[in-house]
């Protein structure tokens, strides 16, 4: 099982970037999905989550409008499109996936609840 993040960078103020968070070993669709971010000095934060079954969508209220998060089935990708960047976003960003298998709609913003986690793309929001 595991999950490849990639998609951060160096970004203006104001500008876009989209994150992507591919899984092998296990189909995304069942499984709840988050982003994290991890700035310097901070606590990992929940970012957005995208619920197993449904695809229902959740964000963290600093992002909400701004953040989309969506899912491939094709690719068994979670995307999370990062609109208006702040340089307050500036984090290296982790896509996590629970442990569990699951028949109803599922998600979570707690980091503990997460099994699997990405290797973090940096995320940098600077003039």
């Known amino acids: 099982v595991q999950l490849q993040a990639c998609g951060g960078g160096l970004v203006q103020p104001g500008g876009s970037l989209r994150l992507s968070c591919a899984a092998s070993?296990?189909?995304?669709?069942?499984?709840?999905i988050a982003w994290f971010r991890q700035a310097p000095g901070k606590e990992r934060e929940w970012v957005s989550s995208?619920?197993?079954?449904?695809?229902?969508?959740y964000y963290a209220g600093s992002v909400r409008g701004r953040f989309s998060i969506s899912r491939d089935k094709a690719k068994n990708t979670v995307y999370l499109q990062m609109n208006s960047l702040k340089p307050e976003d500036t984090a290296v960003y982790y896509c996590?996936?629970?442990?569990?298998?699951?028949?109803?709609?599922?998600?979570?913003?707690?980091?503990?609840?997460?099994?699997?986690w990405g290797q973090g793309t940096k995320v940098t929001v600077s003039s």
């Open positions: 995208i619920s197993s079954r449904e695809g229902t969508t």
């Open positions: 070993g296990f189909t995304l669709d069942y499984y709840a």
């Open positions: 996590a996936g629970d442990g569990s298998y699951h028949t109803t709609s599922t998600w979570y913003k707690d980091k503990r609840e997460y099994v699997y």
